[in-house]
């Protein structure tokens, strides 16, 4: 069952933060986040495994609710090229990853 | 190869013919996954492989796809008698093993028109 991501957009100033929201229904093993410029293939950013672990991008965090099954990304201190959609991923006992419908993310100077 | 590699990049065909996409996954990746994607849609997965075998085809729509994965390595997504529907991004990615804490590393898509 495909995750629901929000907002569906954002637009924002450069320097200005973000938060975008990922929940699901079932219980999640991962979530997986990924960027996508116009064109280009999805790009990956952070995963976020059962029990805490991470392993991603140096400049964005994100925290995982087990209980709550939802996953949120923390873009701080925007930068123009943080512009693109923004996917999630859930991985559970389907295993295969599910995306959203994912977050268009513009930044502005 | 240093990414995964996906043609062609562009496909235009007429309805009711047969298409196949290629996919060359990264080398040493066991993995291989073909998804979707529409206009202002997040990737809809298809299949995937662990090796040379369909670990989950859920996701193909109907018995017009099929995909296939002979050696392990390259890939090939097979549409029959196309419909103007299946006109969208076809996205295949690799990792390392088919598990939740993998990366996916995705080509750039092949985007096929039906008209």
């Known amino acids: 069952q495909q995750p629901v991501q929000s907002p569906q957009a954002v637009i924002l100033r450069e320097g200005e933060d973000a938060v975008i929201n990922c929940s699901s229904s079932?219980?999640?093993?991962?979530v997986h986040w990924y960027r996508q410029k116009h064109g280009e293939a999805p790009v990956f950013l952070m995963i976020l495994l059962k029990g805490g672990e991470q392993k991603g991008h140096e400049k964005i965090s994100a925290s995982f609710n087990e209980k709550k099954q939802q996953s949120s990304l923390y873009l701080t201190a925007s930068q123009l090229s943080y512009s693109g959609t923004y996917f999630c991923?859930?991985?559970?006992?389907?295993?295969?990853?599910?995306f959203g419908s994912g977050t268009q993310l513009t930044v502005l100077p | 190869g240093a990414g995964v590699s996906q043609t062609p990049s562009n496909k235009v065909t007429e309805k009711g013919k047969y298409v196949e996409l290629r996919c060359d996954p990264i080398?040493?990746?066991?993995?291989l996954y073909w998804y979707r994607q529409s206009l202002g849609q997040g990737p809809e997965f298809l299949i995937y492989?662990?090796?040379?075998?369909?670990?989950?085809d859920s996701g193909l729509p109907n018995d017009r796809f099929f995909a296939v994965r002979p050696e392990g390595s390259v890939s090939t997504l097979k549409i029959q008698r196309t419909e103007r529907g299946d006109s969208a991004v076809y996205l295949c990615?690799?990792?390392?093993?088919?598990?939740?804490?993998?990366?996916?590393?995705f080509g750039a898509g092949s985007r096929l028109t039906v008209l």
């Open positions: 991923g859930t991985y559970g006992s389907a295993r295969q990853l599910t």
């Open positions: 079932k219980a999640l093993y991962s």
């Open positions: 080398s040493g990746h066991t993995a």
């Open positions: 990615a690799s990792s390392y093993q088919s598990s939740g804490a993998n990366v996916l590393t």
């Open positions: 492989f662990q090796g040379t075998g369909a670990a989950d």
